[in-house]
């Protein structure tokens, strides 16, 4: 048997199992995750992210969601990256770049007594092109009529590196929904076959153009307690339909982030995520030795 270290991390609640993957990696990391994710026979989380050796960046993040799915992007995950990279001396400056499945990122850490405590991150812009989201139809999916099985829903669909499906609500109904409830809802919208490879799903209600309330249904994972792209996905469509402003707060089960998208005159249309980077606890997990292989 071989031994290997792991760090649970999480933003705002959206926790992940993070592995230092500069040495040696799981061969199979795909079922690791699945194994591990697991909350009563495993550590417990929304997914596994390794960090990687990488040739354009500081580190490289590598992310499988619960269900063992490749994910290109967490927002929340790539906060408690950098700062992984950062104390574990991957990374040797402030900011910190992270090559991801959808183009390097970088992130700024907000330091406290010498320690990374939060972050902010340069998500990019955000893909409105309905194709390369990617959904079943052109141009941009904005107020969209989509029938949900009985009903029709109003949808806006954005992509920050991942697929995102944002409804709006009138009301809090959703926020009250029993968990089996909200999972019959939120894996409509997963599979539907509007969204070819999947959408996450984020129910918004607007408290008020500079605040918005949020759950979310996240592709392979299910329910988490945030989404990082989900939240800056959010803003872009609240303003896109003229519910909010280009900068809000945005309330998610497990806390708050605050999200800006440089979308003025003369801006280069980049969504900007400020958040929390928590590292909750360390350990060993047991693996076969034919289980791991070098990394690179």
Known sequence: ?????????????????????????????ARLSIRLSDRRFGIGGDGL???CPSQSADARMEMYNADGSRAEMCGNGIRCLARLAYESGVARRNPVRIET?????????????????????DMGPPILEGREIPTAADGRIVNYPLRVGERVENITAVSMGNPHCVVFVRDDTVF??????FARLGR??????????????????????????????????GETLACGTGACAAVVAAALTGRGGP?????????????EWHNGAGQDGHVLMTGEA???????????????????
Not at 101 to 121: F, R
């Open 1 to 29: 048997m071989a031994r290997l270290q792991f760090t649970k991390m999480h933003g705002c609640g959206n926790d992940y199992i993070y592995m230092v993957a500069t040495k040696t990696r799981p061969a199979d990391p």
């Open 49 to 51: 992210i390794l960090l």
């Open 101 to 121: 499945d959808c183009g390097i990122k970088t992130v700024w850490l907000k330091m406290e007594d010498g320690h990374p405590v939060a972050a902010t991150v």
């Open 176 to 181: 009250r929904l029993a968990d089996d409830e």
């Open 188 to 221: 409509q919208f997963e599979r539907h076959p509007f969204f070819p490879r999947g959408v996450n799903t984020e129910f918004i209600l607007p408290v008020s153009t500079q605040r918005l309330r949020m759950r979310v249904w996240e592709r392979g994972s």
């Open 247 to 259: 900068a809000a707060a945005v309330e998610l089960r497990g806390g708050t982030l605050e999200i």
């Open 278 to 296: 928590v590292s909750v606890f360390t350990g060993e997990v047991d693996v076969a030795a034919e289980d791991l292989s070098a990394a690179g």
